[in-house]
């Protein structure tokens, strides 16, 4: 492109150009001359365009200003003045990002678009959204995302209620969330960093409108902007858009973003803190120990890229010395590391969960003891070069999953342009790299330990600590507190309080006049594809098995997916194989101690992983097939010794390691245990389905809550000889050349790397005959309410519409758009305060109806109750039909990465939809009308006449609703 610096270009100046040639991109940074906003665009062939905009939003208390602002500003602007334009863009938007994110000093409005204008309306509807938001016209605005006093009727209990406050409120229940929040306070005590961006539950009511509406006046402006473009767009048309439409409109102004350093400290920190367990629960093993270390400053990318190794070397690998030493030594069930390098003094954390009370000292001690002796000895080279692969592995591939390529460099860029340090320094990585590879034949991480870790007295030691009865307490005193203000408020000022909810009531029931929606730039059907995307798949054979080859470009990295047939194991060994999945590579194999193999994987791979499933056979009514599936990804020529690597991990595991496999499953446990409560609304999702078929039930058994009691049992009481037996088993029915269906990707000749390496695996396999079994899993409706330690519910109620004779249709995927950015999204999130809900309508006939982080029960399955009456009376404009139709095409159509082709190529395949059945789905979307939408009426009347319930979430709130359920109990015990 032939821009010359010093120029300007539609109101921006050229500061800078650089070729990255690690992205192949040449970056472009300007300032706009009015305004100082700063601007950044990678110019890419790829088409898959990015537009942020960002400001440094430093909060100096922990009410969620920045947070509720985020919500806020994207409920209505000047141009776009409707409830909702961020729901009506996803509605009929064909955006492949679309979201807004609150970090500890910055906000972040990305959104990304293939489709050019597609993308100057996300970027039009963003820029006003965040530049002139609604929020200074409506406080009810504030009320509804932030929080609010909640009354109804003089005679009831004063509550609060909010999006924000019930998100946090359920973020806060989690005793992971609660210690990640208070790492980054405990080491910079004296800054912004102290406080919670995101929004203290106790605080949030402390915030008031005045101060959140100061809040966006000081720091939502273009002189304190940080604005970034991607892909292959003409940059003088987009700069044009940018300074006509919005920058040309302000002048500069001098704001205070500033973000101060903390002053160093002079020995290390000790903070303690307490989260809720029930009564009746266990406290033993349940605390917490973070010690951590400022690292540094953000813009020195050397040490930016070392400790994301030397984080993974000592704590993430398998073979990572300072886990084996923390979990050897009994001091916790799960180790984990963090390097948070998105702030301005990064920092590293070494945690353990699960651990004793009195093990503080213990903890802290071994930590320093290991670390001095990995210093004195120095660290296996072999550790060292499997880390530094791994990283530089997922550093060169490039797959994000669903975020683009061109948001990952935006967050790399403002991890270091935020606080005035070269912005495109994390982005050449090859000299660090370099630098980084000499730890091969020096002493570099042993340096970079005494430095940072050792000798560094910028420390602090986080304890978490469980007690009984703190959430009761809470409850109690936020009661007392809420009565107390009830009671003081005069007849007058209960009225208006009365008054200001119904308000807020009227706003979030009153509909958008037509002139305001029609303000949202509609696409056209035109600008969508008709037919779906082929996915490449070829049946060939190597040696007597099937192999799925996906044809196209990899930049020479082989994706590689081995599925084994596991209907072959018995009813009983079912959850066997998640087992498994959790053992294999994580003890030794063949020759291998399980930290040689370890770095073998980590040297010669980008990873591999173990994973039972099931999948739907859609040819055959009630049908599923089931597979155990090993996926990895590694270079063409490495191919060989991989399959010899998985001959050992397969066939050959040593599972008379009874230590080690003790470690494996007490870590497992501890790690469903933490995650249970985040994950609330995947377990009751789960559960639903496991009430309504076998599959269902299958799943559970896997994955669910039944895994969950299956593998407590065996932690609590282990036998190393029954486990043995079982996996043995279960391996050896397994992992059988007749049992087997091979999936790659790559072009051509990568398959023929495929073809000369793995015919020495395929030969190491069982080839006996198979047999496969038939289970006949019992499931039945229920009513059923799962008890944790939370101050949020997750609310869940479905059923199976095929058992009417109801069929799969295509425009099902329609009525997931519409009743998740209409019906449900109004009634259960805005004005019920849940911070999401969804529905899926499964081909096989499971439906599922799920709240999020929800602060109510009964009033959300009375919502879900109404979706009938809802259907029953549905009318919209054909606008608006279209809207719905493009943003769910919108959704069949994500980009899809290299590692993801092929599995859902090989997932289609498996479970016999063909692409004429995809062709068919994608036609009844389009060619579907609001009469389309209202004949689902008696289906969805029959799911939901079911009556299959499950509800998990605050122990004191379930059981208040206790006439819902058949079945109530209690997950952690």
Not at 491 to 503: G, V
Not at 540 to 548: P, S, T
Not at 893 to 907: F, M, Q, R
Request: charged letters at 30%; aromatic letters at 12%.
């Amino acid at each position: 492109m032939n821009l010359n610096i010093g120029n300007v270009y539609e109101g921006f100046e050229l500061l800078e150009k650089h070729y990255i040639k690690e992205i192949d991109s040449e970056a472009l940074i300007f300032s706009h001359k009015k305004t100082a906003a700063r601007l950044i665009k990678i110019v890419s062939a790829d088409d898959n365009k990015v537009f942020s905009i960002g400001f440094r939003t430093p909060p100096n208390d922990s009410t969620g200003v920045a947070h509720i602002l985020e919500h806020s500003v994207l409920c209505g602007s000047r141009k776009f003045d409707m409830k909702e334009p961020f729901v009506e863009l996803l509605k009929g938007s064909l955006n492949t990002f679309l979201n807004a994110m609150t970090y500890p000093d910055k906000t972040v409005y990305p959104v990304a678009s293939r489709n050019k204008k597609d993308f100057f309306n996300l970027m039009d509807v963003y820029l006003d959204a965040v530049l002139y938001p609604n929020i200074y016209k409506y406080k009810e605005i504030f009320m509804q995302e932030g929080w609010h006093y909640n009354l109804e009727e003089e005679n009831a209990d004063i509550t609060y209620n909010g999006v924000v406050y019930n998100e946090m409120k359920g973020a806060y229940s989690s005793p992971d969330s609660l210690l990640y929040r208070k790492i980054a306070g405990s080491l910079y005590p004296d800054t912004t960093y102290a406080e919670s961006s995101g929004g203290d539950p106790d605080r949030i009511p402390d915030l008031t409108y005045e101060n959140f509406i100061n809040f966006h006046k000081k720091y939502y402006h273009p002189s304190n902007s940080y604005i970034f473009l991607y892909g292959d767009g003409n940059i003088e048309e987009e700069l044009a858009f940018i300074n006509e439409n919005y920058l040309k409109n302000f002048e500069k102004e001098d704001i205070d973003s500033t973000i101060n350093p903390q002053v160093p400290f002079d020995k290390l920190k000790e903070e303690e803190l307490f989260y809720g367990v029930g009564d009746e629960e266990d406290l033993e093993d349940k605390s917490f120990y973070s010690l951590n270390f400022a690292i540094g400053k953000a813009g020195d990318s050397e040490l930016y890229l070392a400790f994301e190794v030397l984080t993974h070397l000592l704590l993430r690998s398998t073979a990572a010395p300072l886990k084996k030493a923390l979990i050897d030594a009994g001091i916790g069930k799960s180790v984990s590391g963090d390097f948070d390098n998105g702030i301005k003094e990064p920092y590293m954390s070494i945690i353990v969960k699960n651990a004793s009370k009195d093990k503080k000292e213990e903890f802290k001690s071994l930590v320093m003891k290991t670390l001095e002796n990995l210093v004195k000895e120095g660290i296996d080279k072999e550790l060292i070069e499997a880390s530094i692969n791994r990283v530089e592995f997922e550093l060169r591939e490039e797959d994000y999953g669903s975020y683009p390529k061109g948001l990952i460099y935006y967050l790399k860029i403002m991890d270091t342009w935020l606080y005035d340090e070269n912005p495109l320094i994390n982005l050449t990585y090859d000299k660090d790299l370099k630098k980084i590879k000499t730890a091969l034949t020096t002493n570099y991480f042993e340096q970079l330990i005494e430095k940072y870790i050792l000798n560094n007295s910028h420390s602090s030691l986080v304890a978490l600590h469980p007690k009984k009865g703190l959430n009761q307490e809470k409850t109690k005193l936020l009661e007392e507190k809420l009565k107390i203000y009830k009671d003081s408020l005069s007849k007058d000022e209960l009225i208006k309080t009365i008054d200001s909810c119904k308000a807020l009531k009227e706003r979030q029931g009153k509909e958008d006049s037509k002139e305001a929606l029609e303000a949202i730039p509609v696409l056209s059907l035109d600008d969508i594809d008709k037919e779906p995307e082929k996915l490449p798949l070829e049946e060939k054979e190597i040696d007597g098995v099937k192999v799925l080859h996906h044809e196209f470009h990899t930049n020479e990295i082989s994706y590689l997916n081995l599925y084994f047939n596991s209907k072959v194991v018995t009813k009983e060994e079912i959850p066997v194989l998640s087992l498994l999945s959790d053992i294999l590579g994580k003890v030794g194999a063949g020759t291998y101690s399980y930290e040689k193999l370890a770095n073998k994987v980590n040297i010669n791979t980008g990873g591999i992983s173990y994973f039972p499933y099931s999948i739907s056979n859609l040819r055959k009514e009630k049908a599923y097939n089931s597979y155990f599936e090993v996926s990895l990804k590694c270079l063409n020529d490495k191919l060989a010794i991989v399959f010899d690597l998985l001959k050992d991990i397969l066939l050959n595991t040593n599972l008379d390691d009874e230590k080690r496999i003790k470690q494996i499953l007490s870590e497992k446990r501890s790690r469903i245990e933490s995650s249970i409560f985040d994950n609330g609304h995947r377990i009751a999702t789960k559960r639903i389905l496991a009430y309504i078929s076998e599959k269902g039930v299958y799943d559970e058994l896997l994955t669910g809550l039944d895994y969950y009691y299956f593998i407590r049992d065996l932690d609590e009481n282990f036998d190393l000889d029954k486990i043995k037996e079982q996996l043995i088993s279960v391996s050896k029915k397994l992992f059988n050349k007749n049992n087997l269906i091979v999936s790659f990707s790559g072009t051509k000749k990568d398959y023929e790397y495929l073809e000369s390496s793995i015919k020495s695996f395929i030969e190491a396999l069982e080839n006996s005959e198979v047999k496969y079994n038939e289970y006949n899993l019992k499931y039945e409706n229920k009513k059923e309410a799962l008890l944790v330690q939370g101050n949020v519910q997750y609310v869940a109620k479905g059923g199976d519409y095929t058992n009417s004779g109801y069929k799969y249709n295509g425009a099902l995927n329609l009525l997931e758009t519409i009743l998740g950015f209409d019906y449900l999204w109004n009634n259960v999130r805005v004005k019920g305060g849940a911070y999401g809900v969804m529905s899926n309508f499964r081909r096989d006939g499971g439906t599922v109806f799920v709240s999020y982080r929800d602060p109510k029960v009964k009033e959300t399955f009375d919502v879900f109750d109404g979706i009938s009456d809802y259907l029953k009376d549905f009318d919209v404009s054909d606008r608006e039909m279209q809207k719905y139709i493009i943003g769910t095409i919108r959704k069949l159509d994500s980009p899809i990465s290299n590692s993801v082709k092929g599995e859902l190529a090989t997932s289609l395949y498996l479970s016999g939809v063909t692409y004429e059945d995809r062709v068919k789905e994608r036609g009844d979307i389009i060619k579907a009308t609001k009469e389309t939408i209202k004949s689902f009426e008696p289906m969805l009347r029959n799911i939901l006449s079911q009556d299959c319930i499950c509800a998990l979430g605050n122990e004191e709130k379930l059981k208040e609703n206790k006439e819902l359920f058949e079945n109530i109990e209690k997950v952690i015990k």
